[in-house]
T-cell receptor, first 114, second 117 residues
Framework: DGGITQSPKYLFRKEGQNVTLSCEQN?????MYWYRQDPGQGLRLIYY???????QKGDIAEGYSVSREKKESFPLTVTSAQKNPTAFYLC?????????????FGPGTRLTVL | AQTVTQSQPEMSVQEAETVTLSCTYD???????LFWYKQPPSRQMILVIR??????QNATENRFSVNFQKAAKSFSLKISDSQLGDTAMYFC??????????????FGTGTRLQVTL
């Protein structure tokens, strides 16, 4: 089945540690995205990538980093510089170009900083 | 920058009844898409319906329909014959039309819909 997988589902980290969230898709989509969801704030865009080896900052990129070495994979690293990292993180993908009007979402990762 | 506003944090509807969720947006763009996404308790985001701004006809998907008022920048979602499985968080989202680039979504803060017996 084609889709997007995110792992792990729940992640705990100690304050001051970096942590990497995985996102893999087998939809052959060019574009991939990372969103953060907080209660009462909807989803906010962290980073996006339209092609391998290219990525752009979204609205709340500070304290995060990404890489796009393979078309299928778009991992997100939450660094110790992120002041309030506890949140629900969603990865999405879409086709590029004019047809890219639907984003498909993964099941999400709940990150809790202890 | 675009903004999306959902002014109803929570709503409740009885099973089999009809409910309308409100959404307004602000943009200077003329070509764009609007979406309603559903997020059930599983937290999986599911596309409910989409509307292309250049189309005057309102989109419909089975029990779901929209009232798109471009001049008023309003995009409401009507759910007919509500079912218990419709209980979820509903997000309105805006996408500016891009050519050859990733298409970023701007989301509203969501409306939590509870369907009751």
């Amino acid at each position: 089945d084609g889709g997007i997988t995110q792992s792990p589902k729940y992640l705990f980290r100690k304050e001051g540690q970096n942590v990497t969230l995985s996102c893999e898709q087998n939809l052959n989509h060019d574009a991939m995205y990372w969103y953060r969801q907080d209660p009462g704030q909807g989803l906010r865009l962290i980073y996006y990538s339209q092609i391998v080896n290219d990525f752009q900052k979204g609205d709340i990129a500070e304290g995060y980093s990404v890489s796009r070495e393979k078309k299928e994979s778009f991992p997100l690293t939450v660094t110790s510089a992120q002041k309030n990292p506890t949140a629900f993180y969603l990865c999405a993908s879409s086709t590029a170009g004019l047809a890219s009007n639907e984003q498909f979402f993964g099941p999400g990762t709940r990150l809790t900083v202890l | 920058a675009q903004t999306v506003t959902q002014s109803q944090p929570e709503m409740s509807v009885q099973e089999a009844e009809t409910v309308t969720l409100s959404c307004t947006y602000d943009t200077s763009e003329s070509n764009y898409y609007l979406f309603w996404y559903k997020q059930p308790p599983s937290r999986q985001m599911i596309l409910v319906i989409r509307q292309e701004a250049y189309k005057q006809q309102n989109a419909t998907e089975n029990r779901f329909s929209v009232n798109f008022q471009k001049a008023a920048k309003s995009f409401s979602l009507k759910i007919s014959d509500s079912q218990l499985g419709d209980t979820a968080m509903y997000f309105c989202a805006f996408m500016k039309l891009h050519t050859g680039t990733a298409s970023k979504l701007t989301f509203g803060t969501g409306t939590r819909l509870q369907v009751t017996l």
